[in-house]
């Protein structure tokens, strides 16, 4: 019996000749919280989307859920793995209730069975069904609609969830409300396993039992929030994490 539930060996990605992934390794227990950190475009939500299958390895084998994604159909899986994206895409003429339900309906679901697992999941993000169920997505603000997001990808209980910089948008404490809640939502939902990727590097230390540094298509350390502190792999690790320190130095500066 293996505990992993996502492993990667020697992933390599193509989009035309420009190799963006090379030589990807790694592998993720399940109930781990991870999160993914680096520079624009080394290749974050690529790693992502081949988790999914929205992008296919051009070399090398994926496996999730003890599955090689080679030989598995992909419409399947990902109803197994929840996705949250900065951009919702919450569909605007459907009220909040009928954009949670989406997936429980393709899946035939009865109505009584939909609508009580719609107000669970709302009141698991925080939102109160009795207010929010009946309204549409523009009647809510950026926070709530991003809580809508999560609802809508646990809908089906999925054992993964993978979340591509959900918060950016979000004013800085709205932000650091619903880092909170995530956390506390994936401590609540045992065994689930969050894929997190984020640029701000305190949401990737405060939320990740492990953080993923990515540069260039490769990972340059992938390791506790603790170890990533203190004991840098490398030269753009310590550079990342140094980045933190400079703003420390600025709120000295000024008081
Ligand atoms: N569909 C595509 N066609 C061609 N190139 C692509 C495609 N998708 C991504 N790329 C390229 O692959 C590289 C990795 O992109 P990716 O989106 O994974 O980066 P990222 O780490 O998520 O960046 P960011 O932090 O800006 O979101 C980039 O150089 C990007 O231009
Ligand atoms: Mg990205």
Not at 89 to 105: D, K, S
Not at 112 to 141: A, C, F, W
Not at 204 to 215: E, H, P, Q, S, Y
Request: glycine residues 6%; neutral net charge; aromatic residues 8%.
């Amino acid at each position: 019996m293996t505990n992993e539930i996502i492993k990667f060996e020697h992933v390599a990605k193509k989009f035309g000749k420009n190799e963006v992934i090379s030589d990807l390794n790694f592998s993720i227990d399940k109930g781990e919280f991870i999160t993914a950190l680096g520079s624009s475009g080394s290749g974050k939500t690529t790693t992502l989307k081949m988790i999914n299958g929205l992008e296919k390895p051009t070399k090398g084998e994926i496996i999730v859920n003890e599955q090689n994604l080679k030989n598995c159909n992909l419409v399947d899986l990902r109803r197994h793995i929840g996705y949250v994206v900065q951009s919702i895409g919450l569909f605007p003429h459907m009220t909040i209730a009928q954009n949670i339900a989406v997936t429980p309906n393709l899946l035939g679901w009865n109505k009584h069975k939909i609508s009580q697992r719609v107000d669970d999941l709302l009141t698991q993000v925080g939102l109160d069904p009795e207010e929010y169920r009946n309204r549409y997505p523009m009647q809510l603000s950026g926070g709530q609609q991003q809580r809508v997001g999560v609802a809508r990808a646990l809908s089906t209980n999925p054992p993964i969830m993978l979340f591509d910089e959900p918060f950016s948008a979000l004013d800085a404490i709205t932000r650091q409300n619903l880092q909170q809640e995530i956390k506390s939502l994936h401590q609540k939902l045992s065994n689930k396993t969050f894929f997190f990727v984020t640029h701000d590097i305190n949401e990737a230390l405060f939320l990740g039992d492990r953080v993923m540094v990515m540069n260039r298509g490769k990972v340059e350390q992938f390791d506790t929030p603790e170890k990533l502190i203190t004991q840098p792999a490398t030269e753009y690790v310590r550079q990342l994490l140094d980045t933190v320190h400079q703003n420390e130095v600025l709120w000295e500066h000024f008081k």
